[in-house]
């Protein structure tokens, strides 16, 4: 039974590493995964996230229907896959207020750190399902 639909960037190195990594890990097959840079992406089928949104910072959907969104994410798909203590200081006040900011910075530079076009020019020449 899928309790988390993850949605990553298949074209940045780094996202597929991390992807890889808990496809591995993930032995009950708890977590779904799916590339939002496919144009098979319909954002009508997960809550209405669109491409933009999604391309700027990781989401998670439970099955219960919430949307998780940034730390969260992980901190919830290394739960399912049996490391759940590596993120639970995530969830400390100082320390998850600093890991909250690191993350924050690097979601808004993911794509230059990956030498990949600004998240605008990926929208706007986005040749498949325009949301």
Avoid at 13 to 19: A, N, Q, S, Y
Avoid at 46 to 66: C, L, N, Q
Avoid at 70 to 99: C, E, H, M, N
Wanted: glycine share 6%.
């Amino acid at each position: 039974m899928v309790k988390l639909t993850l949605l990553f960037d298949g074209a940045c190195p780094l996202c597929k590493r991390e992807v890889s990594f808990l496809r591995n890990r993930d032995r009950l097959n708890y977590i779904s995964f799916v590339d939002i840079d496919s144009c098979d992406y319909n954002s009508d089928l997960y809550k209405g996230i669109s491409y933009r949104e999604a391309m700027g910072r990781i989401h998670g959907i439970t099955s219960s229907g919430e949307i998780l969104k940034d730390v969260q994410v992980f901190r919830k798909a290394y739960q399912l896959v049996g490391l759940g203590w590596v993120y639970s200081p995530t969830t400390w006040p100082l320390i998850g207020s600093l890991i909250d900011k690191g993350y924050n910075f690097w979601a808004r530079w993911r794509l230059f750190f990956t030498l990949r076009p600004s998240l605008d020019h990926l929208c706007s020449s986005r040749e498949c399902i325009d949301d």
